[in-house]
T-cell receptor
Framework: GAVVSQHPSWVICKSGTSVKIECRSL??????MFWYRQFPKQSLMLMAT?????????EQGVEKDKFLINHASLTLSTLTVTSAHPEDSSFYIC????????????FGPGTRLTVT | RKEVEQDPGPFNVPEGATVAFNCTYS??????FFWYRQDCRKEPKLLMS???SGNEDGRFTAQLNRASQYISLLIRDSKLSDSATYLC???????????FGTGTSLTVIP
């Protein structure tokens, strides 16, 4: 199946700093990538959808200036959490969808962010 | 009303048992349906897509009922390794709108 990687897998940062998370599709071209956040014992919550070469579409309640998304190529999307606060601590997961009519999406292994 | 609703469980079943999960969706325009499996602290992994005619993959059978707007997942001969959270995912006809259920927790007991 299609492989999606994320980096880093785990990061601890101090409050006020920024953290960049990378999402890569390794063996296919991802026209669309999704960014999710998951708090403990809760379901995934879609944060934003990004299409290669265009601005991301953010879900209601997600601050676009705080969560910067860049999808510069068909294999890479980045999420930057700016001025991180402890409440931003969460499990961030990306997923990617390839060309074609299949609507299956493949998830990266996730990035666990802890803001101290 | 939520787009996708699932019984969170937990479902605790003995090894070898058959267990079924249901998931209801609210938008009749939904086009694609999936079951994902998520292990604790891991990413969701696609278990199977759900086709209109129903489909089977080994011990797993998925069914779609458009009239009643629900999908189901049946697991036969449960294994310990089936213990996980099962997520129901629905996609609308625009292609980029995926809606996740909150997941159903399954624990298979020896």
């Amino acid at each position: 199946g299609a492989v999606v990687s994320q980096h880093p897998s785990w990061v601890i940062c101090k409050s006020g700093t920024s953290v960049k998370i990378e999402c890569r599709s390794l063996d296919f071209q991802a026209t669309t990538m999704f960014w999710y956040r998951q708090f403990p014992k809760q379901s995934l919550m879609l944060m934003a959808t990004s299409n290669e070469g265009s601005k991301a579409t953010y879900e209601q309640g997600v601050e676009k200036d705080k969560f910067l998304i860049n999808h510069a190529s068909l294999t890479l999307s980045t999420l930057t959490v700016t001025s991180a606060h402890p409440e931003d601590s969460s499990f961030y997961i990306c997923s990617a969808r390839s060309w074609g009519t299949s609507y299956e999406q493949y998830f990266g292994p996730g990035t666990r962010l802890t803001v101290t | 009303r939520k787009e996708v609703e699932q019984d969170p469980g937990p479902f605790n079943v003995p090894e070898g048992a058959t267990v079924a999960f249901n998931c209801t969706y609210s938008n009749s325009a939904s086009q694609s349906f999936f079951w994902y499996r998520q292990d604790c602290r891991k990413e969701p992994k696609l278990l199977m897509s759900v086709y209109s005619s129903g489909n089977e993959d080994g011990r797993f059978t998925a069914q779609l009922n458009r009239a009643s707007q629900y999908i189901s997942l049946l697991i036969r001969d449960s294994k310990l390794s089936d213990s996980a959270t099962y997520l129901c995912v629905v996609n609308h006809n625009t292609g980029n709108q995926f809606y996740f259920g909150t997941g159903t927790s399954l624990t298979v007991i020896p």
